[in-house]
């Protein structure tokens, strides 16, 4: 849990701790979707505590950039906002997940997918589908 200054309600910087329970689920819904180009080997999942921010959840991208400095393969960090995705049922964090799934590429480069790209994809109708797939699945 972050730290707070004694004179606000502030808090002193973000924590991030690793959250296996995140990761077992969105290894379940790699599975139970068929998600063949999510490479879980290289996916991290955190939970962060004392952000700052609206969303619920992110992802994080290792850039080709970075992967060519660091010699490392193309991963990705998805990071639940524990203030927030905490307190969401089991099927509310199944659609968060499968939104955050939804901007890995097929390549899986280390790029994201946008939320808009055109007229190519359909980035809200891709993440329907998933939840639809999954919601006769379960």
Not at 44 to 64: E, H, M, N, P
Not at 67 to 74: D, F, G, H, I, V
Not at 75 to 91: A, F, H, M, R, T
Not at 95 to 122: D, Q, T, W
């Amino acid at each position: 849990m972050p730290k707070y200054s004694r004179y606000s309600k502030k808090s002193i910087g973000v924590v991030w701790k690793k959250a296996p329970d995140v990761f077992k689920n969105v290894k379940l819904l790699k599975a139970s979707l068929g998600l063949g180009w999510v490479n879980m080997k290289n996916v991290f999942c955190f939970r962060s505590y004392g952000t700052q921010t609206r969303a619920v959840a992110r992802i994080w991208g290792l850039g080709k950039i970075w992967q060519l400095a660091l010699s490392l393969q193309p991963s990705y960090i998805l990071e639940v906002i524990s203030e927030k995705y905490d307190l969401l049922n089991q099927d509310e964090k199944n659609k968060i997940l499968l939104h955050e799934l939804s901007h890995i590429p097929k390549n899986f480069s280390g790029a994201l997918v946008p939320h808009y790209r055109g007229r190519k994809r359909n980035f809200r109708k891709l993440v329907k589908t998933l939840i639809q797939q999954y919601n006769k699945i379960k």
